[in-house]
């Protein structure tokens, strides 16, 4: 089943304490990015990879890392968390066309920061 | 900084109703997409517009983009309780912006009573 899994899907930590969440696609899709949303500014783009160690910077890029060493996985990387980073994270994939970008996100996974 | 401003933010109509989604920009896109997204899921494509002027129908869901690639709506035909959900749009911009940065809007929260 073609699918985009997350993991954790939930996930509570301190402020400070370094996290990983691990994204993972099996559709051999180049494409793949990072969102978080939130009530009421909606789902804001973090980072994006277009290929294996291409990587480029979304809308909301500050205090997040990420890394595209394999096709299929992209995991966004928070090295000292903060209490604004409380949010819901999806990521998803996409097989690039011309004109089109057609995402297939994860379940999301809901992380809070104390 | 391309937006995409999407109205209404809140629809509670009752089964059977009409309702239309506005996604509005000043800015043109290569394609605009729509989502749905349920309560603890990712988003799920429905559609892709691509040529100004195009409308795609999806049963009860119909998708028109606008002549200049600024706009687009959704109307759906008798709305059903199972159309509840969050919809919203995205577009991509081919041309001017990034290849693979997708906008999203805020989304609409649809609720349809039985």
């Known amino acids: 089943e073609a699918q985009v899994t997350q993991n954790p899907r939930y996930l509570i930590t301190v402020t400070g304490k370094k996290l990983t969440v691990t994204c993972s696609q099996n559709?051999?899709?180049?494409?793949m990015s990072w969102y978080r949303q939130d009530p009421g500014l909606g789902l804001r783009q973090i980072y994006y990879s277009m290929n294996v160690e291409v990587t480029d910077k979304g809308d909301v890029p500050e205090g997040y890392k990420v890394s595209r060493k394999e096709k299929r996985n992209f995991p966004l990387i928070l090295e000292s968390p903060s209490p604004n980073q409380t949010s819901l994270y999806f990521c998803?994939?996409?097989?690039?066309?011309?004109?089109?970008?057609?995402?297939?996100f994860g379940a999301g996974t809901r992380l809070s920061v104390l | 900084t391309q937006l995409l401003e999407q109205s209404p933010q809140f629809l509670s109509i009752q089964e059977g109703e009409n309702l239309t989604v506005y996604c509005n920009s000043s800015?043109?896109?290569?394609?605009l997409q729509w989502y749905r997204q349920e309560p603890g899921e990712g988003p799920v494509l429905l559609v892709t517009v691509v040529t100004g002027g195009e409308v795609k129908k999806l049963k009860r869901l119909t998708f028109q983009f606008g002549d200049a690639r600024k706009d687009s709506s959704l109307h759906i035909t008798a709305a059903q309780p199972g159309d509840t959900g969050l919809y919203l749009c995205?577009?991509?911009?081919?041309?001017?912006?990034?290849?693979?940065?997708?906008?999203f809007g805020k989304g609409t929260k649809l609720s349809v009573k039985p």
């Open positions: 995205a577009g991509a911009d081919f041309y001017g912006g990034s290849q693979g940065n997708l906008i």
């Open positions: 998803a994939s996409s097989q690039l066309t011309v004109y089109k970008n057609i995402q297939y």
């Open positions: 800015s043109v896109f290569s394609s």
């Open positions: 559709m051999n899709h180049e494409y």
